[in-house]
């Protein structure tokens, strides 16, 4: 492979991980604030699905990503609204809502099967563009892809350096705490989800109006990449940074396995098109197995050196979640 | 500041938590509140740190009636609280836990902050790093670190919730100093309490409730024995001291190492003997907690070995332990010790050797009921043991215990009960000691260690002392000990220790 | 003041059933269908004949099926969404075993008895991978689950693409259909098997009694509840997890088993046709009361049948069935929980 094809190979990883990085900061944003917002996978197709209609039927490309910000912001509501006001199972009402929300996007969507619609044009940045490699790589994209580099860097800096920010991780950490210290707990929690659920909808019309553009009911190829996105989100330790890292590396491992398949006859297509999801999996293992009693056990009877560096390299890649993960606040 | 309530009250469903509470503290005055467990203190000073509201009565700082909505609107009218447990962010750093909630632009100028610390810690000799995180403080630093937060949001009034649970001697010495220079300079300080000791040695006034009401007030010199009928509403006998039986070896532990992510331990040598109790002193997350899950085979140790009855059972699970007669009593009763959502007719046949497949229904019913009643537990075998209050969730984890137990080890056995408990449920693990079962528990109560133990360990960030007979051994002792002082005083030679 | 009565419990419910119906209308009035004649075929569909109301049992057999076996992960606090591949995978070992004995000269109860059971082993097998990924490896039992369905997925494709094709070409019709003689007998003229009726009714009944009765059902409620306590009073929290999971799993995969060789006679891509997924809601919607879990699961089933027509006859999507049940269960909480904020303010 030549430069030149790895360097539009990378730019098209960069392209491709751009709603996934949406999701996942919005998720990201909500989970920091307390709650889990499960209904990601049905959101997105749901959100991609409603951006495509409103573009196709008003040809006006910006309604439709605002379009499909307001249906993750509303879907994101709704699990605020059970989960903080009516003190229900955030899990439970996450899965649901990932359900109808699938659902219904292949029960309205009908109407727009295979239709040829809008698409978001590419935008090279004059002058950036034309630097030999970074150029290519960094500055020849659509505005979502730019928005995707602006926002990871912009929730970063929310979380660890505002004010606001250090709140939201308050909220999420010890909600009494914050509480005494003035903050309205259950009010920013809504804000954040909301937030967060405008976040994971733009990813749907990044998808509908550029990344795979068009509808195609269930064969769009968007089922399970909410699920991939909640799981980089864990990954990422709830950090921006971190979880960019992870949609990054795995636009850039669906890329490596388009690349590899040709040479790979005796694989068949179908094993690496999964491939991601034992990977994820694996990741999950990584990240989590730290905490598991056994491995506890068995560092214990290790000799002393091995333990040490064991114990040194599982507390590294372990994340933990923010303490009031899913725990409803209620001032006593 | 010049605080006044006049005729507070606060229900609870049909609990009336406060009934009619007048108080007036002057400024700079160091106002006590004395009373036992659910005497309606912590209502109180919710009420006045807007936590909570009263149902009626009125509040009133320097003679102008305010009302209170939030712990937030309290400190803007100069009300401060530190809570129990200090209401802080254990994974963020010192700096950011002081800097939160203070209004201010969008980036905080974490410069200036960090210099208005550094120059109010130094005003009352607080030596805390506003780089290091607060889940590496002692409680002791932590109450240090509220405190300044509270006097940068200019609070005049500083409400203290049981300050003096879990620091070490010089760390309540240093406590108390602030506090008085503090009122010298015109803040009111309210410092809520149910030990008298403390009250004595620092208040300037105090005022007792017990159920509910204002039943008396006392200026020093304080007449303690007057207070303390004041505080129960009766006599109280705490029971005599029983010597310590010498049985055979229970559980002996010989060079045992443990490892934390803070600390190691290493070359622990003990031998816990039939019928006698032993109390471990410490700040909370010296090693006591690692040491006493040890115990009961729930961690493992990195080194040495363990034996029980003469067994050697290293690195074997907690349910081979707790086969071989141990049992262990979790300081979080509803979230490690019980089960909620179900009843305690379902927790006692849990607890009991399964007989078949199918539960015989009347059998349990009929076992719980008996229970309930040797256990003296206020609720049905139909209870939720989450409808149940403290103590009696205590009383019901007591009762589950199995019979004979060599070995039972309690963390924090009495934290929040009224006193009545407290007593009872001495009684029944006294009980348990005399049928031949050894007890070891935790507790950062220093009274309630020397007053029921046999032998004490203290521990100080990862050391342990060799065991201190009760009877020899005072509080002061204990406090300093707790806080890493006089250890060069103690034969170290059985526990030697690295660091 | 509110009371917690059971005709007001009951008042709540059918609000929440009437507001799903009045939100699944307004999404049809949204689409331009007509919502009465969009009920009426649903409702037809599915009880319109005896054929049809034969097929809402089919669906019945596979959705109570796996609903009893998540009853039993619920109840140990798990949220066993890995029951989709589980489905499966039990689906897999049954083709994998009939592929195997069909050309033998053993009698063919013996084979179905053996398929039946390998499908049950297949699922079992399955589920204690999410479950030993959730034991041993700290991995939360949605996304563990999650991707093993996805895994499932592409193994059904891989299967019915490659080493099992149909000779000539391999298609999404899926592998070569099993002789008649080797599908469970059914009521003549019809699809339903009795066969698959008993074991599916079988299967509640036992479940019903195991989470109601014995120390098995106690001790896993305990797990669920607060697995750490449970620890602590000498239960085995870990096996008790595993077996919960196995548990499932065996019950998901007979489902599994039931799809081949009572209604497809083949392995086809589509095997589990999302009863896993409907299972949970079902579960949910019941609130984890075995009791219900046949009518609901019947209603649901319904549903699904009766939807089939919708694309034909009023060039409707079908998914709206799966809207209505999502709608379902999500306002059944959103009105408990309503409730629950009432009856505490009162």
Redesign the interface.
């Known amino acids: 492979m030549d430069t030149q094809t790895l360097i539009i190979g990378l730019a098209g990883v960069l392209f491709a991980a751009a709603p996934i990085v949406f999701a996942v900061l919005g998720e990201t944003l909500s989970e920091r604030a307390g709650v889990i917002n499960l209904s990601m996978n049905g959101s997105i197709i749901l959100s991609a699905m409603g951006g495509f209609a409103v573009a196709y039927k008003t040809d006006n490309i910006f309604l439709g990503f605002l379009t499909g910000m307001a249906i993750g912001a509303a879907v994101a509501l709704i699990v605020a609204f059970a989960s903080i006001t009516l003190k229900q199972s955030q899990v439970a009402v996450g899965f649901v809502l990932t359900l109808v929300s699938r659902d219904l996007s292949y029960f309205l969507g009908n109407p727009f099967m295979g239709q040829p619609g809008p698409r978001l044009s590419s935008l090279s940045i004059p002058g950036l563009a034309d630097i030999p490699f970074i150029g290519p790589l960094l500055f020849k994209h659509d505005l979502m892809t730019y928005f995707s580099f602006l926002f990871i860097f912009l929730a970063w800096a929310w979380i660890f350096r505002t004010r606001p920010g250090l709140m939201l991780q308050g909220i999420g950490e010890r909600p009494a705490a914050a509480f005494v210290r003035g903050a309205n707990v259950n009010r920013l929690r809504y804000f954040y989800t909301v937030l967060g659920g405008a976040l994971i909808g733009l990813a749907g019309p990044t998808y509908s109006l550029s990344v795979k553009a068009g509808w195609n009911g269930t064969i769009s190829g968007l089922d399970g990449i909410g699920w991939i996105a909640l799981s980089i989100t864990i990954f990422g330790g709830w950090n921006p940074l971190r979880a960019a890292f992870g949609a990054y590396l795995f636009a850039l491992l669906q890329w490596l396995g388009l690349v590899l398949q040709p040479s790979l006859p005796g694989i068949p297509s179908q094993v690496l098109q999964v491939a991601p999801f034992p990977l994820m999996i694996l990741t999950l293992l990584f990240v989590n197995i730290g905490n598991a009693e056994w491995v506890e056990r068995t560092l214990a009877a290790m000799p002393e050196p091995t333990r040490r560096v064991t114990a040194k390299v599982l507390r590294a890649l372990r994340a933990s979640p923010p303490a009031a993960l899913g725990v409803p606040f209620e001032r006593d | 500041m010049n605080v006044e309530l006049r005729n507070i009250h606060k229900h609870f469903g049909k609990v009336h938590a406060n009934n009619d509470i007048h108080l007036n503290i002057p400024a700079g005055t160091i106002q006590g509140i004395l009373g036992e467990n659910g005497a309606g203190k912590s209502t109180l000073m ?1 009420i006045l740190s807007g ?2 509201q009263a149902d009626s009565g009125e509040i009133l700082l320097d003679n102008q009636p305010v009302i209170i909505h ?3 609107d309290a ?1 803007h009218h100069g009300v401060g ?1 530190l809570h129990q447990d200090p ?6 750093r010192v700096l ?1 836990n002081f ?3 203070r209004a ?5 100028d974490r410069k200036t902050v960090a210099r208005d610390f550094t120059r109010l810690a130094a005003q009352f000799d607080f030596s805390l790093d506003p780089d290091s995180y607060v889940d590496s403080l002692t409680v002791g630093e932590r109450q240090q670190l509220e405190i300044l937060r509270l006097l940068w949001l200019g609070a005049r009034v500083l409400i203290l919730d049981e300050p003096t649970t879990g620091i070490s001697a010089s760390q309540k010495e240093k406590l108390f100093e602030t506090l008085r220079k503090l009122a010298g300079q015109g803040m009111s300080i309210i410092f809520v309490s149910h030990k008298l000791e403390d009250v004595e040695s620092l208040c300037g006034a105090v005022a007792v409730l017990q159920a509910g009401k204002l039943v008396g007030e006392a200026r020093p010199p304080f007449p303690t024995k007057k207070l303390v009928e004041m505080m129960f509403g009766r006599e109280i006998s705490l029971g005599a001291r029983q010597a310590a039986s010498s049985g055979r070896s229970v559980l002996e532990l010989r060079g045992v190492a443990l ?1 934390d ?1 803070r600390f190691q331990m290493s070359g622990i040598d003990l031998d816990v003997r039939a019928g006698e109790v032993i109390g471990l002193a410490g700040m909370e997350g010296s090693g006591q907690g690692a040491f006493i899950r040890a115990c009961a085979g729930l ?4 080194g040495g070995r363990v034996v029980l009855n003469g067994r050697d059972l290293t ?1 074997k699970s ?2 081979v332990f ?1 086969h071989g007669g141990v049992s ?1 009593l ?1 300081a979080s009763r509803l ?8 009843s305690l007719t ?2 006692f ?3 009991e050797e ?1 007989r ?4 015989d229904r009347t059998a349990g019913h009929k076992l719980a009921e008996g229970r309930i009643k040797a256990f003296n537990i206020r609720g049905t075998p139909a209870s939720p043991v989450e409808s149940l209050s403290g103590g009696n969730q205590q009383r019901a984890l007591l009762a ?1 215990l199995k019979s004979p137990l060599s070995l039972v080890l309690l963390e924090h056995p009495t934290r929040g009960l009224d006193i009545e408990s407290v007593i009872y449920i001495w009684s029944k693990l006294k009980e348990r000691c005399k049928q031949g079962a050894a007890i070891v528990f935790i507790s950062s109560d220093l009274e309630e260690v020397l007053q029921y133990s046999d032998r004490v360990l203290v521990f100080f960030s990862g050391k342990v002392s060799k065991p201190l007979e009760a009877s020899k051994t005072t509080v002061e002792q204990l406090g300093n000990l707790i806080g890493g002082k006089d250890w060069e005083s103690l034969d170290l030679e059985k526990a030697h220790v690295k660091k | 003041m509110l009371k917690n009565n059971r005709w007001i419990n009951l008042a709540f419910q059918l609000a929440a059933l009437l507001l799903a119906v009045i939100f699944t209308t307004l999404i049809l009035l949204a689409a331009g269908a007509p919502p009465l004649e969009a009920y009426k075929n649903i409702l037809m569909g599915a009880f319109g004949s005896l054929d049809n109301f034969a097929n809402v049992l089919v669906a019945w057999v596979p959705l109570l099926l796996t609903t009893a076996g998540l009853l039993i992960t619920f109840s140990a606090g798990l949220w066993n969404i890995g029951v989709e591949g589980q489905i499966m995978l039990g689906a897999i070992f049954t083709t994998w075993v009939m592929r195997l004995l069909q050309d033998t000269t053993m009698p063919p109860a013996l084979i179905l008895t053996l398929a039946i059971l390998a499908g049950m082993v297949g699922g079992a097998l399955w589920a204690m991978l999410a479950g030993a990924l959730k034991t041993f490896g700290g991995v939360n039992e949605i996304f563990g689950g999650l991707g093993l369905n996805f895994v499932a997925t592409a193994l059904t494709l891989w299967l019915i693409f490659g080493p099992w094709k149909r000779p000539g070409v391999a298609s999404m019709s899926g592998t070569v259909p099993f002789d008649d003689r080797l599908s469970l007998t059914v009521f003549t003229g019809l699809r339903l098997s009795p066969w698959a009726l008993v074991i599916a009714v079988a299967a509640i009944v036992v479940v019903y009694l195991l989470l109601q009765g014995t120390y098995f059902g106690l001790r896993l409620k305990a797990v669920g509840r607060n697995a750490r306590a449970a620890f602590l009073l000498g239960i085995p929290t870990w096996q008790y997890m595993m077996m919960s999971f196995a548990l499932c799993g065996l019950f998901a995969g007979a489902a599994g088993a039931m799809q081949v060789v009572a209604v497809y006679h083949r392995l086809i891509p589509s095997i589990s046709s999302g009863y896993g997924y409907l299972g949970l809601i079902v579960a949910m919607l019941v609130n984890y009361q075995a009791l219900w879990a046949a009518p609901v699961a019947l209603f649901y089933a319904a549903l699904n049948i009766g939807s089939i027509q919708l694309p034909i006859v009023l060039k409707l999507d079908s998914s709206l069935s799966g809207v209505l049940q999502g709608m379902l269960v999500l306002f059944v909480v959103l009105v408990e929980g309503a409730r629950q904020q009432l009856m505490k303010k009162s």
């Open positions: 919710k936590f909570i939030s712990p937030a400190i609280m209401l802080d962010f254990p994974p963020m950011d800097l939160l909630g201010g632009g969008l980036f905080p490892e992510i961690t493992r140790p990195v690195g907690y349910h707790k262990f979790p979230e490690e010790g019980l089960v909620p959502g179900l379902e927790h046949v849990l607890a399964t078949g497949i199918f539960i589950l």
